[in-house]
T-cell receptor, first 112, second 112 residues
């Protein structure tokens, strides 16, 4: 079975721009969660989607948003980028919202 | 504040030894516990999960859970240089069972 895929793998943006990241879960997995990883804050939960609905949200500003499509693929969007948004953004999929989560390779975002 | 604490290390063990990694968590009602391995520049890889008190073994890995002490550990037997990585403990807290809360990770080095 193919693993979780994320595109793009690397992104460089400037402050004030917006960015959209994409995640395709493992086939048959219906829950997708997004995490941000930085050296200072570690791995932090952003939000989780199941059946095209956001079910849970972490403590991030409204500039961070996401959505899930009927095929379980998910996108996250960050608007008005700040330097502090530079991070590795990780998508994780699971069969259901309470099952084990498997991570994709991540998208490394650099904001200049 | 619901927290997951890990000794950041670094922890060094000789090849063939047992590596012991520890994690404590703040919420007595926590239900699910996970260990992820993350190589430098890569995404986290799920290596063990445990839901009940006691030990769970998978190959060279053993996860140990003690809910009364709010403590979960990972033992790696016959450590190999390829086990050198950062090990992340993750917990789902009561009331937030859909999201993983991560510790800061323990960096393990296995010396040849």
């Amino acid at each position: 079975k193919a693993g979780v895929t994320q595109t793009p793998r690397y992104l460089i943006k400037t402050r004030g721009q917006q960015v959209t990241l994409s995640c395709s879960p493992i086939s048959g997995h219906r829950s997708v969660s997004w995490y941000q990883q930085t050296p200072g804050q570690g791995l932090q939960f952003l939000f989780e989607y199941f059946s095209e609905t956001q079910r849970n949200k972490g403590n991030f500003p409204g500039r961070f948003s996401g959505r899930q499509f009927s095929n379980s693929r998910s996108e996250m969007n960050v608007s008005t980028l700040e330097l502090g948004d530079s991070a590795l953004y990780l998508c994780a999929s699971s069969q259901g919202p309470y099952n084990e989560q498997f991570f994709g390779p991540g998208t490394r975002l650099t904001v200049l | 504040q619901k927290e997951v604490e890990q000794n950041s290390g670094p922890l060094s063990v000789p090849e063939g030894a047992i590596a012991s990694l520890n994690c404590t968590y703040s919420d007595r009602g926590s239900q699910s516990f996970f260990w992820y391995r993350q190589y430098s520049g890569k995404s986290p890889e799920l290596i063990m999960f445990i839901y009940s008190n006691g030990d769970k073994e998978d190959g060279r890995f053993t996860a140990q859970l003690n809910k009364a002490s709010q403590y979960v550990s990972l033992l790696i037997r016959d450590s190999q240089p390829s086990d050198s990585a950062t090990y992340l403990c993750a917990v789902t807290f009561s009331g937030s069972a859909r999201q993983l809360t991560f510790g800061s990770g323990t960096q393990l080095t296995v010396l040849p």
